[in-house]
């Protein structure tokens, strides 16, 4: 299976070169403008390859790139705002910690007269930012659904395992889930959400198993709550399960190709197309394009299956 194995070398392209840069920032020439890369965290595999995009696009079009992280703490991310404030960058492409709260940080930074490009969690009044990119969630939910219905057919019951309930994204994925499910001929046995990564999947299948042993499987709200739950029937000794999820990180094409686990398809973010155009679309607001997006527009881009 090809696929997987270029996600894990961009995955691992990705880890050696943020590495590079928090460990050796280099002093920028003459006159050339910083944009700031904001995203929550670098634990989790997408979000590694969304800031190597947003970074190597920076790069390659003439900036310096600096990377910050607020672990989705919008403490953090407030100090994240001072910071590009105080080193005066040209602007800043934002994968925000809140979709509510963070609406503070940014309307700060562009009080500052920073531009800002909003990319994959969106801000629940987007016109807060120049403009927005993020995945179509709705279609990622409504695909993986897709898969798992043609892997365990129209006739049992299932479980979902969505992400934090106050979480948009969440809400989404949730909704394109049911989209598909709810017209599929399958009974949903059981439904928890307020899992985030593969610890809390792991727990919360494994409380569902218990409790609903005929069950054909789980859909979840990503891909790290997705590998708990197959790690969770892996430890339970069943088979012939189905879990799916919603990403496209290197562990799940991993778990994919090993043929050996229960988690069997995932809905893949466009995640380095949205650095990439962030980042074009903070070039061109720079550079005072006529098409620049200063309007608080929001693009959604297509998911792909993997599987």
Same mark, same amino acid.
């Given at each position: ?9 961009? #995955?691992?392209? *990705? @880890?050696?070169? !943020?590495?590079?840069?928090? &460990?050796?920032?280099? %002093?920028?020439?003459? =006159?050339? +403008? ?7 965290? #670098?634990?989790? *595999? @997408?979000?590694? !390859?969304?800031?190597?995009? &947003?970074?190597?696009? %920076?790069?390659?079009? =003439?900036? +310096? ?243």
């Amino acid at each position: 299976m090809t696929l997987p194995r270029r996600v894990h070398a961009q #995955l691992m392209g *990705a @880890v050696a070169a !943020i590495g590079v840069l928090l &460990a050796a920032p280099q %002093a920028s020439a003459a =006159g050339q +403008k910083t944009i700031a890369i904001i995203v929550p965290t #670098l634990k989790v *595999a @997408v979000l590694q !390859i969304e800031s190597k995009a &947003a970074i190597d696009m %920076a790069e390659k079009l =003439g900036y +310096k790139a600096i990377l910050l992280t607020h672990d989705f703490n919008t403490a953090r991310e407030l100090k994240d705002a001072d910071q590009i404030i105080t080193e005066k960058v040209a602007g800043a492409v934002w994968n925000v910690a809140d979709p509510d709260a963070s609406e503070v940080s940014v309307k700060k930074v562009r009080d500052a007269g920073i531009p800002v490009i909003n990319i994959d969690r969106v801000l629940t009044k987007p016109k807060i930012a120049d403009a927005s990119l993020q995945s179509d969630n709705f279609q990622c939910g409504a695909l993986a659904a897709q898969a798992f219905v043609d892997l365990v057919g129209h006739k049992g019951t299932y479980a979902e395992i969505s992400g934090p309930a106050a979480d948009a994204m969440s809400r989404t994925r949730s909704s394109g889930y049911h989209s598909v499910l709810d017209k599929s001929g399958l009974t949903m046995a059981a439904q928890e959400g307020g899992a985030r990564d593969q610890t809390k999947g792991f727990q919360t299948a494994g409380s569902i198993l218990q409790a609903h042993p005929d069950i054909l499987g789980f859909v979840t709200g990503n891909d790290s709550i997705g590998l708990g739950a197959a790690a969770a029937i892996k430890a339970q000794g069943k088979k012939n399960l189905v879990v799916v999820g919603i990403d496209g990180g290197a562990d799940a094409a991993q778990a994919m190709e090993s043929k050996t686990s229960a988690f069997k398809a995932t809905a893949a973010q466009p995640v380095a197309a949205q650095g990439e155009q962030g980042v074009i679309a903070m070039d061109k607001i720079l550079k005072g394009d006529k098409d620049a997006p200063t309007d608080g527009r929001v693009q959604l881009l297509p998911c792909t299956l993997m599987k």
